[in-house]
């Protein structure tokens, strides 16, 4: 069975991962307005009528803003952990499943959720392995420091999403005030290129298709110092790295 993702936007303003199977379509975090991402998702000739469902990481904005409205105008079911849930307002949702970070996989549709709980200033988060026959796309973003439980659950990957947020100088430097750049470069925060480039030292990245830098920010960090660090520390990467943009929507990857 194939599977294959495409990115409708990454970044501060809003994040939608689109992941395909030969049954399933699953949006991963809506966190555009409905409008917007039933135009993104026409971008990549998807009916958002089409979709089999919304997985939800976390309850920030950036991450659930069209959730609600999505699942109501399409009768979409949402899976998130209670902590999610209770942390913010969705109105009503036509099918909610609520799901524990620390069990095993479940199944929508032919593809297995396996879920695991990562640090970030939020109430219950949770990030995903995704799997389908012998094919497996890992997701880790909003994530600050990493863990070894997360190190053994990227281990089997065969593509990596994975958050490049900020660059540690750029940070100290930038506009933010020190009490936010305390926040997200603190322990429950964002990863950093720097930590994210140690996180790939410890997985078997020579088995990806395709690693994809995300989650990077307008205002601390630059898409050209990112791809100059992956093609310095990790060149055998360079031509199946690819980086998600906030305004644009990525072409189809396969795992």
């Known amino acids: 069975m194939s599977l294959r993702f495409a990115y409708l936007g990454s970044g501060s303003r809003g994040n939608a991962l689109l992941i395909e199977s030969a049954n399933a379509r699953i949006l991963l975090d809506c966190g555009f307005a409905a409008r917007e991402i039933e135009h993104r998702l026409k971008q990549l000739d998807v009916d958002p009528a089409s979709l089999t469902g919304i997985l939800i990481t976390h309850e920030h904005a950036d991450h659930i803003r069209g ?3 999505m699942a109501r105008r399409y009768a979409l079911p949402v899976w998130m ?16 499943d609520l799901i524990d970070c620390h069990t095993g996989p479940w199944m929508i549709e032919d593809i297995a ?3 695991y709980p990562v640090p970030h200033d ?16 890992g997701v880790l973003t909003d994530v600050g420091h990493i863990t070894p439980h997360i190190i053994e659950r990227l281990q089997g990957c065969d593509s990596l999403v994975l958050e490049f947020n900020h660059d540690l100088q750029m940070l100290a430097e930038g506009p933010y005030p020190p009490s ?10 964002h990863l950093s290129n720097q930590q994210a480039l140690q996180l790939l030292k410890r997985v078997p990245v020579e088995r990806y298709s395709h690693l994809v830098a995300s989650h990077i920010s307008e205002k601390n960090n630059d898409p050209e110092l990112v791809k100059s660090m992956v093609s310095l520390h990790l060149p055998e990467l360079e031509a199946r790295f690819s980086l998600a943009e906030q305004h644009c929507v990525s072409d189809w990857l396969s795992v």
């Open 180 to 189: 936010l750049q305390a926040r997200v470069g603190g322990s429950h925060g």
């Open 81 to 96: 952990t209670p902590g999610t849930y209770h942390s913010a307002s969705y109105g009503e949702l036509p099918r909610l």
């Open 67 to 69: 959730v609600g409205a």
């Open 113 to 115: 959720i396996h879920p």
């Open 122 to 137: 939020s109430r219950e988060p949770c990030q995903f392995v995704l799997t389908t026959g012998k094919h497996s796309l």
